[in-house]
């Protein structure tokens, strides 16, 4: 095994107990204090962000599997949000290396317009398609504030893989 294969394997190594670490977190009661009764998806702006330093495949691949620890902790649709994560991280991942320099400001603009696009489509699958009488109430006091939460705490994780990525490539280098 090369060195440069040595350290992509530490570096997704690194990734997915990121995203182990972060699902522990969000899930464990009392542990992160919550806002009008929600707490932030930690996974969801932690794959999000592995999108914006990795190549098209890696990125869906930890979308799925950053989308599927959604699914376990939500307790929905298996699958739901894996599938829509592995899609908006490949899609992330493309423009990021075609489009958009990668810096603080268009992760949290990629990250805010996935997360609200992931977060309007839970919403829509779960409250307005299923008939509730009262999804607009859902939608401002659960999904806005949940939304804002998790967009919150994006900076912390951005800059968190930011210096995983570089430091790790670094040394490929």
Known sequence: MSGRTKLKVIRFFAYALELLVLFVLQETPGLIPSVQSVRPLLVLPAALTIALFE????????????????????????????LFLAVGC????LVAANLFQ???????????????????????F???LRGYAHSGYALLFHYLPF????????PLIYYFNRALALQIRSKEE
């Open 102 to 124: 990668t810096n603080f400001f268009s992760a949290l603009l990629l990250t805010a317009v996935a997360a609200a696009g992931i977060f309007l489509l839970q919403w829509l």
């Open 90 to 93: 490949y899609f992330i991942s």
């Open 147 to 154: 939304f804002c939460y998790t967009t919150v705490m994006m």
């Open 126 to 128: 779960f409250f307005v």
């Open 55 to 82: 190549g098209e495949t890696a990125a869906m691949a930890f979308g799925l599997a950053g989308g599927l620890l959604i699914d376990f902790g939500f307790g929905t649709v298996l699958g739901f949000h894996a």
